[in-house]
Nanobody, 116 residues
Framework: QVQLVESGGGLVQPGGSLRLSCAAS????????MGWYRQAPGKQRELVAA???????NYADSVKGRFTISRDNAKNTVYLQMNSLKPEDTAVYYC??????????WGQGTQVTVSS
Protein backbone atom coordinates (compact mmCIF):
# COMPACT_ATOMS: atom_id res chain seq x y z
CA GLN A 1 0.00 0.00 0.00
CA VAL A 2 1.33 3.38 -1.00
CA GLN A 3 1.71 5.82 1.83
CA LEU A 4 2.68 9.47 1.77
CA VAL A 5 2.79 11.13 5.17
CA GLU A 6 3.33 14.86 5.35
CA SER A 7 4.43 16.73 8.46
CA GLY A 8 6.03 19.95 9.64
CA GLY A 9 3.29 22.48 9.06
CA GLY A 10 2.14 25.07 11.54
CA LEU A 11 1.41 28.69 12.24
CA VAL A 12 4.19 31.14 11.40
CA GLN A 13 4.47 34.89 11.08
CA PRO A 14 5.14 36.55 7.74
CA GLY A 15 8.83 36.32 6.96
CA GLY A 16 9.23 33.15 8.96
CA SER A 17 10.34 29.67 7.93
CA LEU A 18 9.08 26.11 8.05
CA ARG A 19 10.44 22.81 6.88
CA LEU A 20 7.98 20.23 5.61
CA SER A 21 8.70 16.53 5.36
CA CYS A 22 7.05 13.79 3.35
CA ALA A 23 7.82 10.19 4.18
CA ALA A 24 7.04 7.86 1.30
CA SER A 25 6.93 4.10 0.97
CA UNK A 26 10.11 2.86 -0.65
CA UNK A 27 8.56 1.50 -3.79
CA UNK A 28 7.09 4.82 -4.81
CA UNK A 29 10.01 6.95 -3.76
CA UNK A 30 12.78 5.08 -5.53
CA UNK A 31 11.15 5.13 -8.95
CA UNK A 32 9.49 8.54 -9.11
CA UNK A 33 10.11 12.21 -9.24
CA MET A 34 8.30 13.83 -6.35
CA GLY A 35 6.39 17.06 -5.99
CA TRP A 36 5.01 19.30 -3.31
CA TYR A 37 1.54 20.62 -4.03
CA ARG A 38 -0.69 22.98 -2.09
CA GLN A 39 -4.34 23.89 -1.93
CA ALA A 40 -5.56 27.14 -0.46
CA PRO A 41 -9.20 27.64 0.56
CA GLY A 42 -11.38 28.14 -2.49
CA LYS A 43 -8.54 27.46 -4.92
CA GLN A 44 -7.38 24.55 -7.01
CA ARG A 45 -4.48 22.40 -5.94
CA GLU A 46 -1.25 23.62 -7.51
CA LEU A 47 2.29 22.39 -7.90
CA VAL A 48 4.78 24.23 -5.72
CA ALA A 49 8.05 22.41 -6.38
CA ALA A 50 9.31 19.16 -7.86
CA UNK A 51 12.46 17.08 -7.74
CA UNK A 52 13.61 14.26 -10.00
CA UNK A 53 15.28 11.04 -8.91
CA UNK A 54 18.56 12.70 -9.79
CA UNK A 55 17.63 15.79 -7.73
CA UNK A 56 16.95 18.22 -10.52
CA UNK A 57 14.43 20.74 -9.26
CA ASN A 58 11.83 23.14 -10.52
CA TYR A 59 9.60 25.64 -8.78
CA ALA A 60 6.46 27.61 -9.26
CA ASP A 61 7.25 31.25 -10.02
CA SER A 62 5.51 32.33 -6.83
CA VAL A 63 8.01 30.48 -4.61
CA LYS A 64 11.27 30.72 -6.55
CA GLY A 65 14.08 31.99 -4.38
CA ARG A 66 12.12 31.30 -1.19
CA PHE A 67 11.44 27.55 -1.20
CA THR A 68 13.87 24.68 -1.62
CA ILE A 69 12.89 21.10 -2.34
CA SER A 70 15.26 18.24 -1.55
CA ARG A 71 15.16 14.48 -1.14
CA ASP A 72 16.94 11.93 1.00
CA ASN A 73 16.88 8.69 -0.93
CA ALA A 74 18.18 6.70 2.03
CA LYS A 75 15.23 7.83 4.14
CA ASN A 76 12.59 7.82 1.39
CA THR A 77 11.78 11.38 2.37
CA VAL A 78 11.28 14.59 0.45
CA TYR A 79 11.56 17.98 2.12
CA LEU A 80 10.36 21.49 1.44
CA GLN A 81 12.27 24.28 3.14
CA MET A 82 10.11 27.39 3.08
CA ASN A 83 11.66 30.76 3.87
CA SER A 84 10.34 34.31 3.73
CA LEU A 85 6.81 33.01 4.06
CA LYS A 86 3.93 35.20 2.97
CA PRO A 87 0.24 35.13 3.90
CA GLU A 88 -0.52 33.90 0.38
CA ASP A 89 1.49 30.75 1.13
CA THR A 90 -1.25 29.69 3.53
CA ALA A 91 -2.57 26.34 2.34
CA VAL A 92 -2.62 22.63 2.98
CA TYR A 93 0.57 21.17 1.56
CA TYR A 94 0.72 17.68 0.06
CA CYS A 95 3.35 15.57 -1.61
CA UNK A 96 2.75 13.23 -4.52
CA UNK A 97 4.54 11.89 -7.54
CA UNK A 98 5.46 14.19 -10.39
CA UNK A 99 4.63 15.14 -13.13
CA UNK A 100 1.35 13.23 -13.07
CA UNK A 101 0.11 12.97 -9.52
CA UNK A 102 -1.90 9.94 -8.51
CA UNK A 103 -5.25 10.64 -6.92
CA UNK A 104 -4.96 7.49 -4.84
CA UNK A 105 -1.64 8.69 -3.40
CA TRP A 106 -2.91 11.84 -1.66
CA GLY A 107 -2.22 11.84 2.07
CA GLN A 108 -3.76 14.00 4.76
CA GLY A 109 -1.51 16.95 4.02
CA THR A 110 -0.05 19.41 6.47
CA GLN A 111 -1.54 22.83 7.18
CA VAL A 112 0.65 25.90 6.79
CA THR A 113 -0.76 29.17 8.07
CA VAL A 114 1.14 32.41 7.64
CA SER A 115 -0.36 35.14 9.74
CA SER A 116 0.59 37.84 12.21
Amino acid sequence: QVQLVESGGGLVQPGGSLRLSCAASGSIFRSNAMGWYRQAPGKQRELVAAITIGSRTNYADSVKGRFTISRDNAKNTVYLQMNSLKPEDTAVYYCNVFPMYRTDYWGQGTQVTVSS
